[in-house]
């Protein structure tokens, strides 16, 4: 199907800085390979983009297994990067996205600054890419306490030096874990970034009372599911509240249409699906379907109507 026919009535197509997107649903990074993992599964197209796989200079091979536990309500991941290096992305995944006309978004990672400028050089002017999401919020990289998006100065900085490699739009992708987020959304929108992620794994850890040993080699790691849902949607949020005009990519723990339309209210311009995806892989095509009902039931002509319309007392 070509990007023109998907246009439709609701108008669920959102904005991000100079991007247009027809569908407000991505594919949270690290969740949906690249793409082709999932093709076989579900509609791409129905999708606004697909957000890959986070991707550094070189290849990675991770963190030793086990790398995710199951929780209530959610689970726990230590996969560290795990990646083929940011040249095998873009030459086979973001080549094989663009030949099938879907959208791509990269997710670049690194440990330094030069690591995520590298990267960004590597995809500068790759057809098909409609944006780069810097991942400044993995919680398990090898320096464990080590994230760009803790601090408010180390965002900025490594936002600006991307901003000044490529051309494309820039997402922010950023951390529950952090004491203020709206500084630090802050400074990533004025070093340059054209939207935020909103949110990344929050920091857990589950422990094996058999064995007296943590369920991850790593001992902590990234949370997700229903059970982050009520973080996220606070994170999008206070964010939103503090940065009206920034788009928001909201995600956390959706599953269903309902799941999403929160998001929408707290303020998110679209939303991305992450863990829900291991269990049904046709979810994004489901929720997607479920927004366009929602919207028509209601009589919601535009989708960005509903945007941060939560009827909050503060
Ligand atoms: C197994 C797994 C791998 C992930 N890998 C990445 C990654 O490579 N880059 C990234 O930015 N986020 C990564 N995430 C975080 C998700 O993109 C998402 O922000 C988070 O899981 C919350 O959404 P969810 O509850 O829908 O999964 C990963 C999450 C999981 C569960």
Redesign the pocket.
């Known amino acids: 199907m070509s990007l023109e026919t998907r246009a439709s009535t609701p108008d669920l197509s959102v904005r991000i800085g100079s991007l247009r997107l027809l569908s407000p649903v991505l594919t949270?990074?690290?969740?949906f390979g690249s793409g082709k993992e999932m093709s076989g599964f579900t509609d791409l197209h129905a999708l606004g983009a697909v957000v890959c796989?986070?991707v550094t200079p070189e290849p990675r091979a991770g963190i030793s297994p086990p790398r995710?536990a199951e929780t209530p309500s959610g689970?726990l991941?230590a996969?560290g990067?795990q990646n083929p290096g940011v040249r095998s992305l873009r030459d086979n995944d973001l080549a094989w996205l663009h030949e099938r006309d879907v959208p791509a978004i990269a997710?670049i990672?690194g440990h330094s600054v030069d690591d995520y400028v590298r990267c960004a050089e590597v995809l500068r002017g790759t057809p098909g890419l409609v944006a780069i999401?810097l991942?400044l919020?993995?919680p398990n990289l090898g320096d464990r306490g080590f994230m760009f998006g803790l601090a408010a100065e180390r965002t900025s900085e490594v936002v600006r030096a991307v901003r000044g490699a490529v051309e494309v739009p820039l997402l922010c992708?950023l951390s529950p874990d952090v004491t203020s987020l709206v500084e630090i959304a802050s400074a990533a929108v004025e070093a340059g970034a054209d939207g935020l992620s909103l949110?990344?794994?929050t920091l857990g850890m589950a422990i094996d009372v058999d064995s007296f040993t943590p369920k991850l080699s790593t001992g902590t790691g990234?949370l997700?599911?229903p059970a982050?849902r009520p973080i996220a949607v606070r994170c999008v949020w206070q964010v939103h509240r503090a940065l009206p005009e920034v788009p928001i990519v909201g995600?956390?723990?959706?599953a269903t249409a309902r799941d999403a339309i929160e998001f929408f209210l707290a303020g998110a311009t679209a939303v991305?699906?992450?863990?829900?995806n291991f269990s049904d892989p046709r979810v994004t095509q489901r929720v997607a379907d479920g927004i366009a009902e929602f919207c028509k039931e209601r009589g919601i002509e535009r989708l960005g109507d509903i945007r941060g319309k939560v009827n909050a007392q503060q």
Do not use: F, P
Request: aromatic residues 0%; charged residues 10%; glycine residues 20%.
């Open positions: 949270a990074s690290g969740c796989k986070t995710a689970m991941n996969i990067l997710s990672g999401e991942n919020s993995c992708k949110i990344n794994t990234g997700s599911g982050i995600m956390g723990g959706i991305a699906i992450g863990t829900a």
